[in-house]
Nanobody, 115 residues
């Protein structure tokens, strides 16, 4: 059974930092590309960051320079370090594992940026 379990969300003040984690089981983690998506209320889910199986990364313009995606294949975990958080970063954050046409999703973790 494939499981993706996100953690690390919460309430943070503007300018603060959070690190999200996504622990993956049930797949050969190292050969999958991993994404972080987010969905704010009333908005479509959007891609935030991705990291390929080879370690290449890409970011949405809105988070480039503030967020960093990384992976630890020994721990089957992908991370999203979020710095200089803004109120507009408030959303449910989801991790996604994909390879070809195969996708697996986590249940999401809430991030709220507010003073």
């Amino acid at each position: 059974q494939v499981q993706l379990v996100e953690s690390g969300g919460g309430l943070v003040q503007p300018g603060g930092s959070l690190r999200l984690s996504c622990a993956v089981s049930g797949i050969f983690f190292s050969i999958y590309s991993m994404d972080w998506y987010r969905q704010a209320p009333g908005k479509q889910r959007e891609l935030v960051a991705l990291i390929t199986s080879g370690g290449s990364t890409n970011y949405a313009d809105s988070v480039n320079g503030r967020f960093t995606i990384s992976r630890d294949n020994a721990k089957n975990t992908v991370y999203l370090q979020m710095n200089s958080l803004k109120p507009e970063d408030t959303a449910v954050y989801y991790c996604n594992a994909y390879r070809g046409s195969t996708n697996y999703w986590g249940q999401g973790t809430q991030v709220t940026v507010s003073s």
